[in-house]
């Protein structure tokens, strides 16, 4: 029997995965995607102290870490938790950690054109062209800075509200001769027809579709105790799907390091999920 099941394998399921393997619990980490969560979708990672690179560069540091220590990982679909279910079939472990994390929010467009929800995801053709960021937040003018200073032609940046992201990367991007921004604006179809690829980058929503109501807050975030236990005893959460956190990798790599110390603790009492 598995001391601790981790759901997800980004940032905060694999700093969880260290720490609980570290204290001597045997985990697996099971993913329905790619391993290393958002960060690969991060091409330079920023606001994370110590650490110059790509959000790549960091989950391969960190799936290297968890393979030396023996932790267990594969690929499956979590789609119950209670009973405790991978692709349809029931498993057993003492504990579970739930780390799905955020995915992107998709706008409905009246475009015929090709539509992106990350960066990295495209190849260079594309982004050499008239390229429109549309989202106001750290996360679109990150990732529009990121175009600007690598290979976009001319860049536009629209918001429907005020930008509200780090002065020092607006400035920034203010500054770019070829990047032009739009503020409380609202676009047309001709508008939006006018570029060659459009990036939306308007914010995330949480992964917790397979999990019930009652562990969840009214955005759909999951709400834990002081201990980051759920409702449910024996199931944690961590990082960015946990109510009321900080939406970025060092407070995820925090918060699993968090829950795996609860999680050893709640074991250590006999307690089980
Ligand atoms: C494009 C992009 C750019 C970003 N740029 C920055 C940046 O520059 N600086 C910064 O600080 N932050 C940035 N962020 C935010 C950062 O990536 C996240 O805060 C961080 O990755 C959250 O870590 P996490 O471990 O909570 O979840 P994630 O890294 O999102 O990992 C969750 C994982 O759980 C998996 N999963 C979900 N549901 C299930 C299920 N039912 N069964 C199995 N697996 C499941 C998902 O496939 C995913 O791999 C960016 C995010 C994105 C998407």
């Known amino acids: 029997m598995l001391d601790l099941a981790i759901i997800g394998s980004g940032p905060a399921a694999l700093t969880a995965a260290i720490y609980a393997s570290r204290a001597g619990l045997t985990v697996e980490v099971i993913e329905k995607n790619r391993m290393g969560g958002s960060l690969p979708d991060i091409s330079y990672l920023a606001n994370f102290p110590g650490f110059d690179g790509s ?38 472990a003492r504990s579970i950690l739930v780390a799905t994390g955020t995915e992107p929010i998709h706008l409905d467009l009246p475009i015929q054109k090709p539509v992106y929800y990350t960066v990295p995801s495209v190849n260079d053709n594309v982004i050499s062209q008239n390229v429109l960021v549309i989202g106001g937040g750290n ?34 991007l203010r ?22 690829a459009i990036f939306v980058l308007v914010g995330k ?24 236990m759920t409702k449910i005893p024996g199931v944690f959460a961590a990082g960015d799907v946990r109510s009321g956190t900080l939406k970025q990798p060092l407070a995820a790599a925090s918060d699993g390091a968090i829950a795996a110390i609860n999680i050893s603790d709640f074991l250590s009492l006999g307690k089980h999920y």
Not at 56 to 85: E, H, M, T, W
Not at 175 to 196: C, G, Q, R
Not at 205 to 228: A, C, H, R, V
């Open 175 to 196: 500054s770019m001769k070829h990047v032009t921004i739009y503020e409380n604006y609202e676009p047309t179809v001709d508008f939006l027809n006018a570029f060659d």
């Open 55 to 92: 959000g790549q560069d960091l989950a391969n540091r960190l799936l290297g870490q968890i393979k030396n220590l023996g932790v267990y990982n594969d690929f499956g679909v979590c789609d119950s938790i209670k009973p405790f279910k991978i692709d349809g079939e029931e498993k057993f």
């Open 205 to 228: 929503k949480p992964m917790t579709s397979f999990l019930p109501k009652e562990l969840l807050d009214d955005d759909g975030f999951i709400i834990t105790d002081t201990n980051y």
């Open 139 to 172: 996360f679109a003018v990150s990732e529009a800075l990121y175009l600007a200073k690598n290979t976009v032609k001319n860049l536009t940046l629209i918001s429907h509200t005020n930008i509200k992201a780090e002065k020092r990367q607006i400035d920034e």
